[in-house]
């Protein structure tokens, strides 16, 4: 209790510091925690060495993936969703697709949105296993599957993901509807619920 105790002093002393805009002093005691092992400091040293590269002056070589990576190897989510997105800019698709699938187990949104993108795009990075199931991410596209994980995304995230997944998905799924069903019920839908919205607001400003 008192090694948690000390931690939590620590952190509260680092946040405060990044408050008063002292960003070498909150560097310095993230850094301590985070050698520590604790992941949230991990992950904040690696946020702060990224936002605010050129208000610190205590330069740690490649500060930011180095502790993104230790938190994420430590299981905190945000850190391994971070990873995920690094790796996939330098076209390690195969460890990245991993790292969003971690993300993901940990309850974290962009790990179902990432993977999602996987499918979208028909990119083969073989079998992962997301939330107990293994999904196969094969070469060819699999908008089935990228429905599946932004609706999951949707449905259990909160207002992040509701726009992060949620109107990608919409979007998704009106440009991949039959033209018939699109013609036929999407768009007389639209039209009417505009005319009721019309209505709605003349009858509002009448009264």
């Not at 990044?18 to 904040?44: H, P, R, S, T, W």
Request: glycine residues 8%.
């Amino acid at each position: 209790k008192a090694v948690v105790s000390t931690q939590s002093t620590g952190m509260r002393e680092a946040v405060k510091s990044y408050q008063d805009e002292k960003y070498d002093d909150a560097l310095l005691k993230y850094l301590i925690l985070a050698e520590a092992g604790v992941e949230m400091a991990q992950y904040n040293l690696g946020w702060l060495c990224q936002e605010f590269s050129n208000e610190i002056t205590h330069k740690i070589p490649e500060c930011t993936r180095i502790y993104y990576s230790k938190s994420a190897s430590n299981g905190y989510g945000p850190s391994q969703a971070y990873l995920a997105n690094h790796l996939w800019t330098k076209g390690d698709f195969y460890e990245s697709a991993r790292w969003y699938a971690k993300a993901a187990n940990n309850k974290v949104d962009e790990g179902l949105f990432g993977l999602g993108y996987f499918s979208k795009e028909g990119i083969a990075v073989g079998v992962v296993k997301v939330n107990g199931s293994s999904l196969y991410f094969g070469p060819e596209r699999n908008v089935t599957l990228t429905k599946k994980l932004w609706f999951d995304c949707f449905h259990r995230g909160g207002e992040e993901a509701a726009v992060g997944c949620g109107v990608p998905l919409l979007w998704l799924t009106l440009t991949t509807l039959p033209p018939s069903t699109l013609l036929n019920t999407v768009l007389p839908s639209i039209l009417l619920l505009t005319l009721l919205a019309l209505a709605v607001n003349r009858c509002t400003n009448s009264s």
